[in-house]
Structure formats: C-alpha cells, structure tokens
C-alpha cells in the first residue's frame, strides 16, 4: 500500500519532521511511504524513502499576508490558469506514484488535485489545518481592504476549479484532518467544532523533568535570520539541531522563532521561551506563548535588548512550570487516532 507525503507551503524543518514520524508509524502496518516535498534539506534525521519531485507553486513576490487567503493567493491559488497548471502536475504526480492514501502537511493544492481521485487525510499545525468555513479571518491588524479582495478570489477560483459548493476550508481539509497542535495555541480554536482534530505534537510524551534552572539556554535560528549572530554571540546558548526531548533536557531557556512544534514541546516542558519571530504563524505562537505568560518576544534586537530580554524570559520560569502542570493532559500521545483513520482509509486492520 503506498502511501504519497505532500508539502508544499511554508518554512522550517517541521513539516519534514512531522511527515517523517507519521511515515515511521504507518509502515509497521506495511505502508510504503512515497514523498514529494518542497524542499529536502532534512537536519539530523535519515531519510530512507522514496522520492518524486513536488511541483513549485508560483510565488508573486508580494510578502505582507492577513488572512490564510491571503497566503493562498499568493501562490497562485486565485489565478484559474495558474492553479489549475499546478494541480495537473501534481496530478501527473498522483499517476506516477498510484497511492492509495495522500497525507499533506501544508499542501492545498495536492488536496485540490486528489480530491474525489485518493483519500486524503490534512495534517499540520493549526495554522495550516483550516477552519470549516469559507471567508478566513483576518489573524494581523490593521487588516487592508486588498485581502477582501483576495479572499473572493480565491473562493472563486478554487470554486470553478474544483466544481463544489462546500466551503472553502472543507475543501482544503480532504477526506479527514488531524492538527498536531494544542487548542492554546490555534487561531482558529473558536470556530473549530471537533475537538478530536487535535493530536498534540508527534513527538510526545515529553520526558519530564527537561528544565533546569542552572542550565545553559538552547537556540534554534533559521541560517537566514538576519540578526542570527547577534543572538548566539550575545546569548552564547548551545544550538545543537538533535531532537528536542535531548537538546532541552537541563535547559534553563529555549531560543526560537516561534514554530508551533518548538513552541508546544518547551510549553509542556515548562521551559521558558525567548522568541524571535519571522513569519505570520510565528507571530501568532510568540503573541499566545506572551498572552499565556510563558515567553518574551523580540522583534529587531539589539545588544542591549537581548541581555533585557533574556533576563525578563527568565523571570517567567516560575508561570512555565505551572502552565506546563496545566496543560499535562496534552502530553502523550495520541498517534494511535490517525493512525486508526489511516487504515480506516486503506482497508486495512488496526
């Protein structure tokens, strides 16, 4: 039974690592994992499976985004020509491979290109699961008048493409979606109905006991971040890429951009967060890690700030620890519902 992993949207090496894991999982239960990603510059992991290239989005050069509309137009998704040439590659992908199920993790148009064709099942943070609705709430402010715009595009067009009249964020959520994701943490948690999307992070249970106040500080930076040096020179943290259950153990502060992967696992951990964010997503983490009382955001640092900064994460230790007890119910796991549906799909016994 082949099973085909898509990725075509957004930074970071967590969507590899997430795909990775549901990989690992799904073949004790004799799946042969096909992947066709956006990018493979995979950090501190094998990767032994099989790969097919992904098709490119079209990028419009404009950055600045309000809504997931927004980001979907973007990449082309409000362009009837532009989308409907990159659903016939992914769908040549789709021939080339013959799966019996498509997993994405931020891959609306192969859940455009596969639907009604292969079973879908949408993973991902919140950020990328959308809502069952059809017009996005703005997620930044002031919200400008274009992104309206954008969103009737986008609706249109992936409506005259694909021929239904379901709302939008039902279509972009296939056959089934799983958000590895704690409700705290999602955008979109009050328009949600199902509770039972969310599955946490892929990797819990967390070890207990990772923190320690006389520990150094751990970072995970991006290469391109343009004040990367700054940070790692003024607060001299390890940044070891290992995975993080080993590079938070006796960490006293973790350093990151916000990625809800980093962000839930230190939130558990009852490690406090400096946060350096970098794109929507990581502003929306870095504002409810702040709103929760568990992290200090940094926008354009400089020597000084930093040193503040640090000190004032550092004075959240004490919220850490007990929003970490609060939240305990979310740390284990619960790999064994999607995997549950994944056979479900597959004809295939638990």
């Known amino acids: ?27 004790s239960y004799g799946v042969e994992p096909v992947f066709a990603l956006k990018s493979y510059k995979i950090k501190g992991m094998s990767f032994p499976w099989k790969i097919v290239c992904a098709p490119l989005l079209p990028f419009s050069g404009r950055s600045e985004s309000y809504t997931f509309a927004d980001i979907l137009e973007t990449f082309g998704f409000g362009n009837a020509n532009l989308l409907r040439s990159h659903l016939q590659a992914w769908q040549s992908v789709l021939l080339e491979v013959k799966p019996s199920l498509v997993i994405t993790d931020f891959a609306p148009g192969l859940v455009l290109a596969a639907r009604n064709i ?33 969103q009737e595009q986008v609706s249109n067009t992936i409506r005259e493409i694909v ?23 999602d955008p979109y948690r009050h328009l949600r109905s199902d509770v039972n999307q969310y599955l946490s992070v892929h990797i819990t249970p967390i070890p207990k006991n990772l923190h320690s106040s006389n520990g150094p500080a751990w ?39 916000g ?26 983490n870095a504002m409810t890690l702040s709103q929760l009382g568990v992290a200090k955001i940094s926008t354009t640092p400089t020597w000084e700030g930093l040193l503040i900064a640090q000190a004032e994460a550092y004075g959240l ?12 119910h979310w740390n284990q796991n619960f790999m064994s519902i999607f995997v549950k549906t994944c056979l479900e799909f597959l004809g295939a016994q638990p």
């Open 1 to 27: 039974m082949k099973v085909l992993f898509g990725w075509e949207l957004g930074g970071g090496q967590g969507h590899i690592q997430r795909l990775a894991a549901l990989a690992r999982t799904l073949e």
């Open 219 to 257: 970072a995970y930076l991006y290469d391109d971040y343009p004040y990367r040096d700054l940070v790692l020179q003024t607060l001299r943290p390890e940044s070891d890429f290992k995975p993080l259950s080993e590079v938070l153990a006796g960490k006293s502060l973790a350093i990151h951009h």
């Open 259 to 284: 990625s809800s992967t980093t962000a839930i696992t230190c939130l558990l951990a009852g490690i406090p967060q400096l946060v350096f964010p970098k794109h929507l997503q990581h502003q929306l």
């Open 317 to 328: 230790t004490e919220n850490a620890l007990q929003k970490a007890k609060s939240l305990a």
């Open 163 to 185: 021929k239904s009249n379901a709302l939008l964020g039902e279509v972009l959520s296939g056959d089934a979606s799983f958000i590895f994701d704690i409700p705290e943490l």
């Open 118 to 150: 292969i079973p879908t099942i949408v993973t991902g943070d919140s950020f990328a699961v959308p809502p069952p609705i059809e017009v996005f709430p703005p997620l930044r402010f002031p919200t400008p008048s274009e992104s309206e715009k954008h």
